[in-house]
Nanobody, 124 residues
Framework: QLQLVESGGGLVQPGGSLRLSCAAS????????IGWFRQAPGKEREGVSC????????NYADSVKGRFTISRDNAKNTVYLQMKSLKPEDTAVYYC?????????????????WGQGTQVTVSS
């Protein structure tokens, strides 16, 4: 059974850090590019970051460049999103998604599979 399971969300103060994880199972993980998306209440879903199937290429939304870092461990079928210097506007449900691609277009990442999401709240 194919699954993408996010974890690591929570409540953090502005300026704090969190690391999200996306654990995959049920498909050939190394053949898929993985993206992180987020959706805040009343807003459209936006692409945050993505990483190519090999891990050799990454892309970031302008709003998170320099603060977020995406990485993957294909041996563990897991992708990580390290988030630093968090701001209240980063508050959202964060989703990981898999696309049967080698590259990592952002925008334009069209996912084949989605996880259920993890809540990130940045507030004092």
């Amino acid at each position: 059974q194919l699954q993408l399971v996010e974890s690591g969300g929570g409540l953090v103060q502005p300026g704090g850090s969190l690391r999200l994880s996306c654990a995959a199972s049920g498909f050939t993980f190394g053949a898929y590019a993985i993206g992180w998306f987020r959706q805040a209440p009343g807003k459209e879903r936006e692409g945050v970051s993505c990483i190519s199937s090999s891990g050799g290429s990454t892309n970031y939304a302008d709003s998170v460049k320099g603060r977020f870092t995406i990485s993957r461990d294909n041996a563990k079928n897991t992708v990580y999103l390290q988030m630093k210097s968090l701001k209240p506007e980063d508050t959202a449900v964060y989703y990981c998604a898999a696309a049967l691609l080698h590259s990592c277009p952002l925008p334009g990442f069209r996912a084949n599979y989605w996880g259920q999401g993890t809540q990130v709240t940045v507030s004092s």
